[in-house]
């Protein structure tokens, strides 16, 4: 199948910084939650759960996906009492296994270097637990690029509620409508939005189990680099439009090839 993806149209001032998401934007981790909710479930005497149905459950927070995967296994009743020591156990469990499943999106220490060359100042903002986070982020080699980084715990409220990104801007000295904000799920666009911040999407990850085409984003781009290149060697140039690409996605479990026609990308709020 082919399609274009409509031209985002950025007004506004020349961006001085990203926020970017990490679980499904950065590094792919479902294998790690499959893993730490598996061994959750061994110690509950519950049936084992699979990649295909966690990925629909992240994004939200651990206590989202505990629930989640906790709901199909016991009665509303029982899933509750026991959402407390599930919680535990998993926290646990997880901490033995943070990042021995999991892999780097393509281009990802590309585009952060690009985007970093190109005088943003970046910030992770994830749903994810601060100490995972930063754990994950020092063992890609990652946390170099962030001059701050928030989970899911380091605040009252996690996305999509602003305040983490309202939060991250405010700790890199930057307006958030010279801020954009880039994710994989609709949680990630409806923070940046909220936030007043300019919004961009990748067409991997995972949104919950739907497909990227129902973000209300400004944008969708094909990795962190795409995101990021400019004329190469020139500090002062502006973000180039984006040429004519080709991105691979999953929708509806079916492989779709996208095409991006040259010109559909203008990057207005991008250049000088």
Known sequence: MTALFPAPTFT?????????DLDGTMIDTANDFTA???GMLAQLDAEETSREEVVGYVGKGSEHLIRSVLA??????????????????????????NGLHTRLYPDVEAGLAALRDAGLKLACVTNKPHRF???????????????????????????PDPLPMLTAAAQLGVEPRATVAIGDSENDALAGRAAGMATLTVPYGYNHGQAIQTIKSDG????????????QGD??????????????????????LISIDRG?????????
């Open 72 to 97: 199909p296994r016991f009665e509303a009743e029982h899933a509750q009492d026991r959402f407390d020591e599930a919680f535990a156990i998993y926290q646990a469990e997880y901490a033995k296994i």
């Open 235 to 256: 500090r002062s140039a502006p973000f180039p439009r984006l040429e004519k690409s080709f991105i691979l996605m999953f929708l509806n479990k079916k492989r779709s």
């Open 133 to 159: 986070a930063v754990e994950l982020l020092e063992q890609y080699g990652l946390a170099q690029y962030f001059s701050v980084v928030l989970g899911g715990d380091s605040l009252a409220r996690k996305k």
């Open 12 to 20: 506004g001032p020349r961006l001085q910084a990203a926020i970017i």
């Open 220 to 231: 969708i781009v094909a990795s962190l680099l795409d995101a990021a290149r400019r004329r």
């Open 36 to 38: 730490g909710l598996n």
């Open 264 to 272: 559909a990308w203008p990057w207005r709020r991008w250049s000088r």
